[in-house]
């Protein structure tokens, strides 16, 4: 079908009007977008990631109560011309305005977000890091009343790495030693990444084992010789590092290393708006990227 309607832009803030999916070529309503922690690095990315997305529009944004941010226009965080969204401190203004809410946070404030949308139609992209198990627990719940799509990485290139890591453990077994290497920028306050810790989730359940039996985080002083049913996670904190991650598998005589590097953040945020575009039409459960990109 060829598309009979063009988009309807307004300062750039795309209306309701039916828009051209150039993937499809069929007419779709746009997404009505929001983001939480949009004064944040990886928030103003994603106001700039929105306004290049044919299909989904900005109709909200909010950081922490008491931040200069809070009152000015979208644009000077995002770039680009006014948008006429202005940063709130109030989550309700959110609520009322938008159909997913992208949140990049911190576990505790992401956690509030899914508890303020429960009893609505809004679904959550949660890109937040570092949730401990009971976090984990209640994030999970939340899912039965919310559509809620969580990755700990929403790049392309790393989702197409977890499933080459499945593919890898699967067929190299437990005669390979599991070592998971991880960088990031000196700002990063949870270790290992969230990355790092689903790829070797990732590798522990190809293996038949339970990463939270198996894990070993860092290693100092007399160690003894390695444990082949370990997995090892050795964390890097320097500089303006976006972040890399490789997954080392040593046998005797050989080593495979796969690795992801992320250059720009953008591939992030991208990806969370594409994922954003997708949740909008799905029932509660609780999703990641390999839903979006049909991985699954
Ligand atoms: P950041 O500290 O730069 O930004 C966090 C933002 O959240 C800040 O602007 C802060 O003011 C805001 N905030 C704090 N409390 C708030 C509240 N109560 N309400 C609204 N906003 C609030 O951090 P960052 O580098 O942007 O990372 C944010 C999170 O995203 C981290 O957990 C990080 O690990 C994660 N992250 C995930 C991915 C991914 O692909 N999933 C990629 C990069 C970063």
Request: net charge negative; proline share 3%.
């Amino acid at each position: 079908m060829q598309c009979a309607f063009e988009a309807v832009i307004f300062s750039g803030v795309t209306s309701d009007s039916a828009i051209c999916n150039q993937e499809n070529n069929e007419l779709s309503t746009p997404v009505k977008l929001a983001v939480n922690g949009a004064a944040g690095r990886m928030g103003r990315q994603l106001l700039a990631a929105i306004a290049e997305h044919q299909d989904g529009y900005l109709t909200g944004a909010a950081d922490a109560p008491g931040q200069p941010t809070i009152g000015i226009d979208t644009s000077v965080l995002g770039g680009g011309e006014a948008t006429g969204v202005l940063v709130t401190d109030d989550l309700s203004v959110l609520l009322g305005s938008s159909q997913v809410i992208v949140d990049f946070t911190a576990p505790a404030v992401s956690l509030g977000v899914l508890e303020a949308v429960a009893d609505s139609e809004v679904a959550v992209v949660v890109g937040t890091t570092g949730f401990n198990p009971e976090q984990l627990k209640q994030l999970e719940a939340y899912a039965l009343k919310t559509p809620i799509m969580f990755a700990p990485n929403y790049s392309v290139g790393v989702t197409v790495a977890l499933d080459l890591l499945d593919k890898a453990a699967r067929a190299l077994g437990d005669d390979y030693d599991v070592e998971v290497i991880e960088a990031h920028h000196r700002h990063k306050v949870d270790a290992p990444s969230g990355t790092a810790l689903k790829m070797g989730d990732v590798v522990a359940k190809a293996l038949g084992r339970d990463l939270n039996e198996c894990a070993v985080y860092g290693r100092e002083g007399i160690t003894g010789s390695r444990d082949t049913q370990t997995i090892g996670f050795e964390t890097i904190r320097a500089g303006d590092i976006i972040g890399e991650h490789t997954v080392l598998f040593a046998g005797n005589g050989e080593r495979i290393e796969i690795t992801h590097r992320a250059t720009d953040r953008m591939t992030f945020a991208r990806g969370a708006i594409r994922a954003a575009v997708w949740l909008a039409s799905q029932p509660p459960g609780l999703y990641d990227m390999r839903d979006v990109l049909g991985l699954t």
